[in-house]
């Protein structure tokens, strides 16, 4: 039988690829834009320069700000027509379903004077089961994939959703058609490369947003598709976990902005997504990535605010799956959501607060089954002074290493050795803890696609730490990361030990930075449910102080009264 192979496992390159303006960095989230200091319009100036509209901004002389015609939001609330001025990213949740599109289309018509960049994520959970799928077309042999029940869910769903909006067939048509032969290409190769593995879950926001903006045509909201590796996103070729690159901004301001000024049509941006700067392959930014999709583009263009739109209030106290009780947090700084976010709460990012805290651009977490609700603002700074916790958050099934060294007594590079090993065999650290003899660390069981570390990658970085030292691996175990002002750690971790010695749990391990904002506990995987619970009472629901609850404000009396 043959076989239209359009697309084999190693998905074609897209266009030449652009050269970052600066080397990518080894380790962290996004690029840095370079030397940009002063004020916006400067910034923003800084972030054209290799860009011709950069000279028209100049031309016009917009003291006030105007970037390539844009006129940026200097503090004059001065708007024009001629600009975009908000992004508002809907996440998979908020777009599972036709029904779920019709609101948050009426969302955005909701908001007349706003023009939005809009940043979409795959419909539900159509990014899982595109991942589900592509294991199960390398071993099922090409005549089956048909038969594959992810594949055949996905394409049911998005046929009905078409179906259900009145759309054509012909707006998802080709893209179903080609995932089909990519899978088939797949079980081809019997081979599935984390490179084929982005161009395959690159199928959802590809056409999430495909319909959405055909959908806000059909109801005469003018809309435009755009697949983010075509308008500028260039990333590093870090398959499954690229970091955007400085290129992108000038790049992406340019884009949006002089497609909006020759045909203003709202922009329905594929989140997620990018573009290798090598490989001109489509590269992912990390599960979750829409969300640094939109705080970039928010960034890119000097947008007023960027609302990231979820299926909860905002963010929340604690994860709301742990433990129901859990309340919104109406105001964050960019550094405690970030916080949060490396911590482990689901609601966020890790690197997506990074754009927008260098851009300075507000962060608005809402909730699109409930747009009433005021969410949560996150920005540059809050009042902290009677902030005490600000959310507990909890990461399950952490391994932790004990390793302990006679020789480390005066020496010096020990630690030097023990994290090369770890460097050496690419696995990453979340808390750490010193004495003189010995050092105790968590390893981030999340790795790519939040596969866990598997047990022949521990065995072999206890023998490697074996040849310096002794080493003890505990599994099974949770940190619990409380979130909050720094300058009254000693008042949270006095409390938090109460409330933990009254429900007997032994801590295995603290881990605290000196000016982070986070306070990181790590006790047994079977306890840590139990832990987030008493915590949360006890910090959020024990005192009716009637400011939301949220500063846990209670005073020293309080507390000696508890104990
Ligand atoms: N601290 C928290 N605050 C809010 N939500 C949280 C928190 N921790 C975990 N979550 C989970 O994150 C989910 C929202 O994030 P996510 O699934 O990425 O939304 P979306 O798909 O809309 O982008 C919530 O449904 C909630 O279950
Ligand atoms: N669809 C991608 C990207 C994303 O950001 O999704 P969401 O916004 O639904 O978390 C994922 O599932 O990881």
Redesign the pocket.
Known sequence: MAIALRFAATPPRLAAPIPPTSAPRAHGGVARVGAQGGTRCGRRLAMAAADSARCRAKREGDGDGVLAGVAVHGGTGAEGEDQLSVVM??????VSSAARMKEVAGLIQAFPEERPVVVL??M?????LLLLAGEKAVGCGVTRVSEIEEWNKLRDLHIKTVDELGLPRSVIHAKLDELEQLLKGVAMMKELTLRSTDYL?SF??CMSTRVFAAYLNQIGVKARQCDAFDIGFITTDDFGNAEILEATYPAVAKRLHGDWIRDPAIPVVT??LGKGWKSGAVT??????????ATTIGKALGLREIQVW?DVDGVLTCDPNIYPNARTVPYLTFDEAAELAYFGA?VL?PQSMRPAREGDIPVRVKNSYNPKAPGTLIAKGRDMDKVVLTSIVLKSNVTMLDIVSTRMLGQFGFLAKVFSIFEDLGISVDCVATSEVSISVSLDPSKIWSRELIQQELDHVVEELEKIAFVHLLQQRAIVSLIGNVRKSSLILEKAFHVLRRIGVNVQMISQGASKVNMSLIVHDSEAKQCVEALHQAFFEGDDDGDDCLMAEFDEENLRLEL
């Open positions: 990213k809907f996440g998979g949740s908020s994520s795959a539900g959970k159509t990014t899982n879950v959802g926001e989140g997620f992912t930014l990390g599960r979750g990535g829409s969300d640094l999709t979820k689901q990012h």
